[in-house]
């Protein structure tokens, strides 16, 4: 074996050197492995290995790869959010803190947004998305569109914060619908063909004729490509025979990936 050198007094990244520690000896092949009693910049003692010192593969107790973490994420775009700084952790039950980030919107809102949120895409502004998704669900242009038996004319007015619509029936008859009523399907007609309550599937297919394939949006939820529209569970719901929750307004559906519309369908069902 060779001479040690005695690194006392030496730095080595954030650590300085204080004193030669107890040896340890490795429990799978018996050799022993020179320790050093060091002390980073931070003010925490740690006892490392010689040979992590001099190649360079332990610098800090930590705190510098936190440091670095936090200078990468500074200044890091998600979605609308701007990351500023890094703020206090929320403490789980389990003790565990989750980091938390503050962030800057687009909008001009600042929000804390936890670190796995932002890096997983589940937050992506501060709420603001889904507000302007409810601005767009009451503002959809109708005019030209069929519906049933009935094709939008023009926008009239709102009543109640319904948006009513000038439709023209097939058999040439005018009235005036509101767009919820459209959507749903609640009324195809002037009331010449009576009233038809659309079926699970035939609701969905109407989601994707009127808004487009899911696959063209992203997840409200995670930001990765959509693959279902899915229906939110605030809204007004009906249960077919089968025990699936559906909509008749086409506006109560959002783009989710499988997995976290799997995810969001469970615990609604878990909160029956």
Same mark, same amino acid.
Request: charged letters at 25%; glycine letters at 10%.
């Given at each position: 074996?060779?001479?040690?050198?005695?690194?006392?007094? =030496?730095?080595?990244?954030?650590?300085?050197?204080?004193?030669?520690?107890?040896?340890?000896?490795?429990?799978?092949?018996?050799?022993?492995?020179? $320790?050093?009693?060091?002390?980073?910049?931070?003010?925490?003692?740690?006892?490392?290995?010689?040979?992590?010192?001099?190649?360079?593969?332990?610098?800090?107790?930590?705190?510098?790869?936190?440091?670095?973490?936090?200078?990468? =994420?500074?200044?890091?775009?998600?979605?609308?959010?701007?990351?500023?700084?890094?703020?206090?952790?929320?403490?789980?039950?389990?003790?565990?803190?989750?980091?938390?980030?503050?962030? $800057?919107?687009?909008?001009?809102?600042?929000?804390?947004?936890?670190?796995?949120?932002?890096?997983?895409?589940?937050?992506?502004?501060?709420?603001?998305?889904?507000?302007?998704?409810?601005?767009?669900?009451?503002?959809?242009?109708?005019?030209?569109?069929?519906?049933?038996?009935?094709?939008?004319?023009?926008?009239?007015?709102?009543?109640?914060?319904?948006? =009513?619509?000038?439709?023209?029936?097939?058999?040439?008859?005018?009235? $005036?619908?509101?767009?919820? &009523?459209?959507?749903?399907?609640?009324? $195809? &007609?002037?009331?010449?063909?009576?009233?038809?309550?659309?079926?699970?599937?035939?609701?969905?297919?109407?989601?994707?004729?009127?808004?487009?394939?899911?696959?063209?949006?992203?997840?409200?939820?995670?930001?990765?490509?959509?693959?279902?529209? &899915?229906?939110?569970?605030?809204?007004?719901?009906?249960?077919?025979?089968?025990?699936?929750?559906?909509?008749?307004?086409? =506006?109560?559906?959002?783009?989710?990936?499988?997995?976290?519309?799997?995810?969001?369908?469970?615990?609604?069902?878990?909160?029956?």
């Amino acid at each position: 074996m060779g001479k040690c050198i005695d690194l006392t007094g =030496m730095k080595f990244g954030r650590w300085t050197v204080l004193r030669r520690d107890v040896d340890r000896v490795l429990p799978r092949t018996g050799v022993s492995e020179i $320790q050093w009693t060091c002390r980073c910049d931070c003010g925490t003692h740690k006892a490392v290995a010689g040979y992590a010192l001099r190649r360079g593969s332990s610098q800090s107790c930590g705190c510098l790869n936190r440091d670095n973490f936090l200078s990468r =994420m500074v200044g890091k775009r998600y979605g609308r959010l701007v990351v500023l700084n890094r703020t206090e952790g929320v403490h789980h039950p389990g003790g565990q803190i989750a980091t938390q980030w503050l962030c $800057q919107c687009d909008c001009g809102n600042i929000t804390s947004v936890a670190t796995g949120s932002l890096s997983k895409g589940t937050t992506q502004s501060c709420g603001c998305i889904h507000r302007e998704m409810m601005v767009a669900r009451r503002s959809l242009d109708l005019k030209d569109q069929r519906f049933g038996h009935l094709v939008a004319i023009e926008y009239v007015r709102t009543v109640d914060g319904h948006r =009513m619509w000038q439709c023209i029936c097939d058999c040439g008859r005018e009235i $005036q619908v509101s767009a919820k &009523s459209l959507h749903s399907g609640g009324q $195809q &007609s002037c009331g010449c063909r009576g009233v038809l309550i659309l079926s699970y599937d035939t609701v969905h297919a109407h989601v994707r004729r009127i808004r487009g394939k899911a696959e063209t949006y992203l997840c409200i939820d995670c930001g990765e490509q959509a693959c279902d529209w &899915s229906c939110s569970h605030d809204a007004e719901l009906i249960r077919n025979s089968k025990g699936w929750y559906y909509s008749l307004d086409i =506006m109560d559906y959002v783009p989710r990936c499988k997995k976290d519309h799997a995810a969001y369908d469970r615990g609604f069902r878990a909160q029956l």
